[in-house]
């Protein structure tokens, strides 16, 4: 069995933390064995109609994966049966970004088309949307009480209201910079976003104002993901690193990890002792074990295998 052959652009962690799913620019996704590092049966593809996978979103009872192509059409998968159940035509190029609402009713898309768009899961009809609020959306989220929608693009993060898309309110960036990620909070009281300028900001949601900056990437920050406690933060860069940062302190706690040459996603484990990494480099998912607190990487050794002391290692895939 193969690895990807194109830069993995998305993974996502099923609830029953055996395995990982991954999405790439070679028009397919994967199933991997957290354990062995092995590939899990064939390669899920839409052989109807083939196209590059940009973004993957799972749903919340975990039965079902949506995915984003690049001439902007959205997939429902089964992830029993690997299958495209349902394919949602709106936008018009690339959809980057994908994001579920808590009760698994509706999913939000952002596209390069500029537009963000919701959708009803049972009728696949767009049943909000379009919504224009950037030139250029890299990035969308749900509030956990589905009541707010927030979109990333240049220069900001704006909400919305997720039933009228009446703009809430607008976190305008000081200096000038896509914004390519973003993330709330378990608590959805605090916003993290990454930018073309290397930074991982803070947002205090109801204030609307910064409330922590923090630098470490060089490059554009890809990825963002908090951890289920909401006590740290994982941050992918086009600079090939990742890194986790302690929220209250604003320090880098692991890393920066070396695993690709650009990171395009990077998630923890339910149960956060895991992390898996996507990138550009040839395909390659790597999972690092954390065993039961994030401790630093000692040594890189050949291939970009990483080691560490303790429990902790990374496995290449």
Not at 64 to 83: C, K, P, Y
Not at 186 to 206: F, H, M, Y
Request: with cysteine; proline share 3%; net charge negative.
């Amino acid at each position: 069995m193969r690895s990807h052959t194109g830069g993995v652009s998305g993974i996502v962690h099923p609830p029953d933390g055996r395995c990982i799913i991954t999405c790439s620019h070679d028009r397919s996704l994967l199933r991997w064995d957290l354990e062995s590092g092995a590939q899990i049966g064939d390669d899920w593809r839409d052989e109807r109609d083939e196209a590059q996978v940009w973004c993957i979103a799972l749903s919340p009872n975990g039965k079902t994966i949506a995915s984003g192509s690049i001439e902007g059409t959205v997939r429902l998968w089964n992830v029993e049966t690997e299958e495209v159940i349902a394919k949602w035509a709106g936008h018009t190029t690339v959809v980057r970004s994908l994001c579920w609402s808590a009760d698994g009713e509706r999913v939000v898309s952002g596209s390069v088309d500029g537009t963000a768009r919701v959708w009803n899961v049972e009728s696949g009809k767009t049943v909000l949307g379009p919504i224009r609020g950037h030139a250029y959306v890299s990035t969308v989220i749900y509030s956990p009480d589905m009541t707010k929608i927030a979109t990333g693009g240049e220069n900001a993060v704006k909400i919305w209201d997720a039933i009228t898309a009446e703009l809430l309110s607008t976190l305008k960036h000081e200096n000038p910079a896509q914004v390519w990620c973003i993330a709330l909070s378990p608590n959805g009281k605090t916003i993290v976003s990454g930018s073309s300028d290397g930074a991982v900001r803070l947002w205090n949601v109801e204030s609307e104002k910064a409330i922590a900056e923090w630098a470490g990437h060089p490059d554009i920050v890809r990825s963002l993901r908090w951890s289920a406690d909401g006590e740290r933060v994982i941050s992918g860069s086009y600079d090939g690193m990742t890194r986790v940062w302690n929220v209250e302190s604003g320090k880098i706690v692991l890393g920066p990890i070396k695993a690709h040459n650009n990171v395009l996603a990077a998630i923890y484990s339910p149960d956060l002792r895991k992390i898996a990494t996507g990138g550009e480099n040839e395909g390659a998912v790597f999972t690092v074990s954390i065993g039961n607190q994030l401790v630093a990487f000692t040594q890189i050794i050949a291939e970009s295998i990483l080691a560490t002391h303790d429990r902790s290692h990374l496995v290449r895939c």
